[in-house]
C-alpha cells in the first residue's frame, strides 16, 4: 500500500528461535511533546506492528486509561511501523517521515533495527522536531511519586522497595550513590515511611564540620568544657532522640571521631564534651559518594564503623540508568514554573524546546546527577521565558554526546596541527571540537590519545593547577584552556586532589 512503511523481507513475525515467549513487554513512552503535561504517557507494542502517526494509535495515561493519539498538527499523518521480532528485537520502520533513531537518520523506506541491549538502555526516537518517543522494557508510571521520589524506571521502582524494607530497621543504614544523585531524598522517604516518622529528623554534613568541634557538635558539650563553651549545648544525636539523624558525607568523619561514632551506634550511649554519659535512642542513616570499603583498606576510614553502618545499605541508581526520567523530572519542573502558553506548544511551527534536543539529554551522562539536570531546567525556564530556542551550548553540557553525524574528517586527515588548533578555537569543549572537525567524540578522544603534543586532565598534578588558579581565579574554563585540557575532565581531576 502507498505511504506505508515496508519492512525488509517477509512480514511474517519471525519465530523466537527459544520458543518462550518474551517476559519483559517492550512499550514506548512519549518523553517529548509540544505539550508538555502530556510527556509520560505510554503506548504497550503488541507482537506484530504497530503503525504511529498523528491520528493513531491511542496512548494512555497514569490511570491507564487512553488519553489520544500524539495530536500534534504538524506531526506527519503517514505512519512509521515498530515490529517486534521474537525475544525484544525491534525493527523501526519509515515510509518517509523525518525520522531518527538514537540519533542516526533513517531514511525515506528505510529499516532500523533495535537489538536487546540498545533497549535494555533505551532507544529515543525522533519524530520531526516535535516528538520523542523513548523506546524501553521497562517503565511503569503507577505511584510515580511515591514516597517523595519521582519517577518510573525500573530502577527507581527498585530503590522504593529498597526504602519500605530499610524504613522498619533499627539499626544503622548506609546510603551509597554518586553526587548529586538523592541520598538525602531516600533519607527523608526512610524516615517517613518508617515507625520514627512522628519524630524527629535530623540531618548534618559531616564534611562541613571542623575537625576540632566535630565531637562537640555531634555529642553536645557542657558549659566551660572548652574556651567559649559559655553554655550548655545539646548535639546532633541528642536532638533526633527518638527519630533519624542523617550523616551525608559520611567518609569526611574525622578519624578521631569514627570511634565514638562507632560506641554510639553499638551501645545507644553518647558521651558530650565535658559531661556526663547519656542514652539516646536514634536511628542512623549515613550516605557517601566515596568508596569506603577502598578507604578502609586505605586505612582512612575505620573498617569496624564501615562493617557496622553497612548492615543495610541502599545504592541510589544514576540518572543515566533512569531512562525516560529524564524528560519526566524536566516536563514537571518546567509545568510548575512555565505559563501555560508557553508549557504548550502545539500551535507553534517552531517550539522553543526542540525535539532532538530532548533525545541528546535523555543520553546524557549526568555526573551531576539529578542536581544537575535541577540546574538545566532552571536555564530552560529562563530560556523559554526569553523568547528564543534551546539549544545544547546554553545548557553548559561539554559531557553530551552530540547526535551521529556523517564523519567528513577521517582520522588520517586531521594530523595533530589541525587537531590542536581545533581544540583551542573551542577552549577544549569536546563535544564542540568534535562537531567542528566532523567526527565523533570517540573518535575525538583516540586523536588525542594518540598525539604527542596533547594530554588528559588526569595527569595534572596539584601545584601546576594551583598555579593557574592563583593566577586566573576560579574560572575552570580559562583555567582548562591554559592547561589545555577538557573543562569537564579538569573539574574531575580537581575533584579528586580535594581541590
Same mark, same amino acid.
Given at each position: 500500500?502507498?505511504?506505508?512503511?515496508?519492512?525488509?523481507?517477509?512480514?511474517?513475525?519471525?519465530?523466537?528461535?527459544?520458543?518462550?515467549?518474551?517476559?519483559?513487554?517492550?512499550?514506548?513512552?512519549?518523553?517529548?511533546?509540544? $505539550?508538555?503535561?502530556?510527556?509520560?504517557?505510554t503506548?504497550?507494542?503488541?507482537?506484530?506492528?504497530?503503525?504511529?502517526?498523528?491520528?493513531?494509535?491511542?496512548?494512555?495515561? %497514569?490511570?491507564?486509561?487512553?488519553?489520544?493519539?500524539?495530536?500534534?498538527?504538524?506531526?506527519?499523518?503517514?505512519?512509521?511501523?515498530?515490529?517486534?521480532?521474537?525475544?525484544?528485537?525491534?525493527e523501526?520502520?519509515?515510509?518517509?517521515?523525518?525520522?531518527?533513531?538514537?540519533g542516526?537518520?533513517?531514511?525515506?523506506? *528505510?529499516?532500523?533495527?533495535?537489538?536487546?541491549?540498545?533497549?535494555?538502555?533505551?532507544?529515543?526516537?525522533?519524530?520531526?522536531?516535535?516528538?520523542?518517543?523513548?523506546? #524501553?522494557?521497562?517503565?511503569?508510571?503507577?505511584?510515580?511519586?511515591?514516597l517523595?521520589?519521582?519517577?518510573?524506571?525500573?530502577?527507581?521502582?527498585?530503590?522504593?522497595?529498597?526504602?519500605?524494607?530499610?524504613?522498619?530497621?533499627?539499626?544503622?543504614?548506609?546510603?551509597?550513590?554518586?553526587?548529586?544523585?538523592?541520598?538525602?531524598l531516600?533519607?527523608?522517604?526512610?524516615?517517613?515511611? *518508617?515507625p520514627?516518622?512522628?519524630?524527629p529528623?535530623?540531618?548534618?554534613?559531616?564534611?562541613?564540620?571542623?575537625?576540632?568541634?566535630?565531637?562537640?557538635?555531634?555529642?553536645?558539650?557542657?558549659?566551660?568544657a572548652? #574556651? *567559649?563553651?559559655?553554655?550548655?549545648?545539646?548535639?546532633?544525636?541528642?536532638?533526633?532522640?527518638?527519630? /533519624?539523624?542523617?550523616?551525608?558525607?559520611?567518609?569526611?568523619?574525622?578519624?578521631?571521631?569514627?570511634?565514638?561514632?562507632?560506641?554510639?551506634?553499638?551501645s545507644?550511649?553518647?558521651?558530650?564534651?565535658?559531661?556526663?554519659?547519656?542514652? /539516646?535512642?536514634?536511628?542512623?542513616?549515613?550516605?557517601?559518594?566515596?568508596?569506603?570499603?577502598?578507604?578502609?583498606?586505605?586505612?582512612?576510614?575505620?573498617?569496624?564503623?564501615?562493617?557496622?553502618?553497612?548492615?543495610?545499605?541502599?545504592? /541510589?541508581?544514576?540518572?543515566? %540508568?533512569?531512562?525516560?526520567?529524564?524528560?519526566?523530572? @524536566?516536563?514537571?519542573?518546567?509545568?510548575?514554573?512555565?505559563?501555560?502558553?508557553?508549557?504548550?506548544?502545539?500551535t507553534?511551527?517552531?517550539?522553543?524546546?526542540?525535539?532532538?534536543?530532548?533525545?541528546?539529554?535523555?543520553?546524557?551522562?549526568?555526573?551531576g546527577?539529578?542536581?544537575?539536570?535541577?540546574?538545566?531546567?532552571?536555564?530552560?525556564?529562563?530560556?523559554?521565558?526569553?523568547?528564543?530556542?534551546?539549544?545544547?551550548?546554553?545548557?553548559?553540557?561539554?559531557?553530551?554526546?552530540?547526535?551521529?553525524?556523517?564523519? #567528513?574528517?577521517?582520522?588520517?586527515?586531521?594530523?595533530?596541527?589541525?587537531?590542536?588548533?581545533? @581544540?583551542?578555537?573551542?577552549?577544549?569543549?569536546?563535544?564542540? #571540537?568534535?562537531?567542528?572537525?566532523?567526527?565523533?567524540?570517540?573518535?575525538?578522544?583516540?586523536?588525542?590519545?594518540?598525539?604527542?603534543?596533547?594530554r588528559?586532565?588526569?595527569?595534572?598534578?596539584?601545584?601546576?593547577?594551583?598555579?593557574?588558579?592563583?593566577?586566573?581565579?576560579?574560572d575552570?574554563?580559562?583555567?582548562?584552556?591554559? @592547561?589545555?585540557?577538557?573543562?569537564?575532565?579538569?573539574?574531575?581531576? $580537581?575533584?579528586?586532589? *580535594? @581541590?
Amino acid at each position: 500500500m502507498a505511504n506505508r512503511p515496508q519492512f525488509l523481507g517477509s512480514t511474517l513475525e519471525p519465530r523466537d528461535p527459544s520458543g518462550e515467549a518474551s517476559t519483559r513487554a517492550p512499550m514506548l513512552v512519549l518523553a517529548h511533546h509540544p $505539550m508538555l503535561a502530556r510527556i509520560g504517557e505510554t503506548l504497550a507494542l503488541d507482537r506484530g506492528v504497530t503503525e504511529i502517526s498523528r491520528l493513531a494509535p491511542a496512548l494512555c495515561g %497514569d490511570d491507564g486509561r487512553a488519553t489520544g493519539p500524539l495530536d500534534d498538527p504538524f506531526v506527519s499523518r503517514t505512519p512509521i511501523a515498530v515490529r517486534r521480532l521474537g525475544r525484544e528485537v525491534i525493527e523501526i520502520a519509515s515510509s518517509g517521515v523525518e525520522l531518527a533513531v538514537a540519533g542516526v537518520a533513517v531514511p525515506a523506506g *528505510g529499516v532500523h533495527r533495535v537489538t536487546v541491549g540498545e533497549l535494555a538502555r533505551g532507544v529515543p526516537i525522533v519524530l520531526g522536531n516535535r516528538v520523542v518517543l523513548w523506546l #524501553t522494557t521497562a517503565h511503569d508510571r503507577r505511584g510515580a511519586a511515591d514516597l517523595g521520589m519521582f519517577g518510573c524506571s525500573a530502577p527507581v521502582h527498585a530503590l522504593r522497595a529498597a526504602v519500605r524494607a530499610a524504613a522498619s530497621s533499627r539499626g544503622p543504614i548506609l546510603v551509597r550513590g554518586e553526587t548529586g544523585s538523592g541520598k538525602e531524598l531516600v533519607a527523608r522517604a526512610i524516615h517517613a515511611a *518508617g515507625p520514627r516518622a512522628g519524630g524527629p529528623y535530623v540531618g548534618i554534613n559531616v564534611a562541613a564540620i571542623p575537625a576540632a568541634v566535630a565531637a562537640a557538635e555531634l555529642f553536645g558539650h557542657a558549659r566551660g568544657a572548652f #574556651t *567559649g563553651a559559655t553554655e550548655t549545648r545539646t548535639g546532633y544525636f541528642e536532638r533526633a532522640h527518638a527519630g /533519624v539523624l542523617f550523616l551525608d558525607e559520611i567518609g569526611d568523619l574525622p578519624e578521631p571521631v569514627q570511634a565514638v561514632v562507632l560506641r554510639a551506634l553499638e551501645s545507644g550511649e553518647i558521651q558530650p564534651v565535658g559531661g556526663s554519659p547519656r542514652t /539516646v535512642d536514634v536511628v542512623v542513616i549515613a550516605a557517601t559518594d566515596a568508596d569506603l570499603a577502598a578507604a578502609v583498606t586505605a586505612g582512612r576510614f575505620r573498617g569496624p564503623l564501615y562493617y557496622r553502618l553497612a548492615s543495610t545499605v541502599i545504592d /541510589v541508581p544514576p540518572l543515566r %540508568d533512569r531512562g525516560a526520567d529524564v524528560a519526566l523530572l @524536566l516536563a514537571r519542573w518546567l509545568c510548575d514554573a512555565l505559563p501555560a502558553e508557553l508549557a504548550d506548544r502545539t500551535t507553534d511551527p517552531s517550539p522553543w524546546l526542540p525535539a532532538p534536543l530532548i533525545a541528546q539529554l535523555l543520553r546524557a551522562p549526568w555526573p551531576g546527577n539529578v542536581r544537575q539536570l535541577r540546574n538545566v531546567a532552571q536555564r530552560l525556564v529562563q530560556i523559554a521565558r526569553a523568547g528564543h530556542t534551546a539549544t545544547l551550548d546554553e545548557l553548559g553540557l561539554d559531557d553530551v554526546e552530540p547526535d551521529a553525524a556523517p564523519e #567528513t574528517a577521517p582520522a588520517t586527515l586531521v594530523d595533530d596541527d589541525r587537531l590542536v588548533a581545533a @581544540l583551542r578555537a573551542h577552549r577544549f569543549h569536546l563535544s564542540h #571540537t568534535a562537531a567542528a572537525l566532523g567526527i565523533s567524540r570517540t573518535h575525538l578522544d583516540a586523536l588525542i590519545a594518540r598525539s604527542g603534543r596533547l594530554r588528559k586532565a588526569k595527569q595534572l598534578e596539584r601545584d601546576e593547577i594551583m598555579a593557574c588558579a592563583a593566577e586566573l581565579g576560579n574560572d575552570v574554563d580559562a583555567i582548562a584552556a591554559r @592547561l589545555e585540557v577538557s573543562p569537564r575532565g579538569l573539574r574531575l581531576r $580537581m575533584k579528586q586532589l *580535594g @581541590l
